[in-house]
């Protein structure tokens, strides 16, 4: 996989990249519910300048033809829905793009993401059996490779050489690509900020306000 952080690309000419299937991967962050104002203030100005990176890239090497999400079993009108409640945030961007040149494609398989939510959410209500909780672990491991095997093979074959399209993932996501996919990571300014605010919040969690002010 040739993956290159947006900040460094010198201006690319598009006769750079021909031959290739290009890829504007987009690091995925959630406005989840009970989050302070601060942080949906960082979350909204990350995305407003997502949709300003994805334009840059777009003069130069051309239209996003197509959408992937992480978590998106459906696609059109019926994978948007999906992602209204999976993302709003990035849903209104989505939504945008497909009004323009691109189309809402289906990335994953449904019953292997609901295979591995299924493990993931054994594992939150911490097992008490010792076999049970390695049992959980194996099978959440397992399938979280199958996921990302799938969205690899998915996006590649779907894609066609000289397609741009966008890809929404978690960004510690292990999704490996081949080299006749060209990978630009998505890096607005804000993102560094965002991550530290979430980093420190969640490290920290906020004390109970009758505790607080003492």
């Known amino acids: 996989m040739t993956q290159q952080p947006l900040s460094q690309i010198p201006r690319p000419s598009a006769s750079s990249y021909e031959g290739k299937k290009n890829?504007?991967?987009v690091p995925n962050y959630v406005a989840a519910p009970g989050l302070p104002q601060e942080a949906l203030e960082l979350i909204e100005k990350y995305w407003s300048e997502v949709r300003d990176s994805i334009g840059n890239l777009e003069r130069t090497l051309g239209s996003v033809?197509?959408?992937?999400h992480e978590m998106v079993c459906a696609e059109g009108d019926e994978g948007l829905q999906h992602l209204e409640v999976l993302n709003p945030?990035?849903?209104t961007l989505v939504r945008a793009m497909c009004q323009s040149t691109a189309t809402m494609r289906q990335l994953e398989d449904g019953e292997l993401v609901a295979e591995h939510s299924d493990w993931q959410r054994v594992l939150t209500m911490g097992p008490a059996s010792q076999k049970v909780l390695q049992t959980s672990l194996e099978g959440y491991?397992?399938?979280l490779v199958a996921r990302y095997k799938r969205?690899?093979?998915r996006i590649t074959e779907d894609?066609?050489?000289g397609d741009c399209?966008?890809?929404f993932i978690r960004e510690d996501h292990q999704v490996q690509f081949p080299t006749e996919?060209?990978?630009f990571y998505v890096a607005p300014p804000s993102l560094d900020a965002l991550k530290r605010w979430l980093d420190n919040y969640f490290r920290s969690p906020p004390q109970p306000e009758s505790q607080q002010g003492e």
């Open 89 to 91: 945030t990035a849903c």
């Open 159 to 161: 894609l066609a050489v």
């Open 181 to 183: 996919v060209q990978v």
């Open 165 to 167: 399209a966008v890809l």
């Open 23 to 25: 890829l504007f991967l």
């Open 151 to 153: 969205i690899a093979d």
């Open 65 to 68: 033809s197509k959408v992937y």
């Open 141 to 143: 491991q397992e399938t």
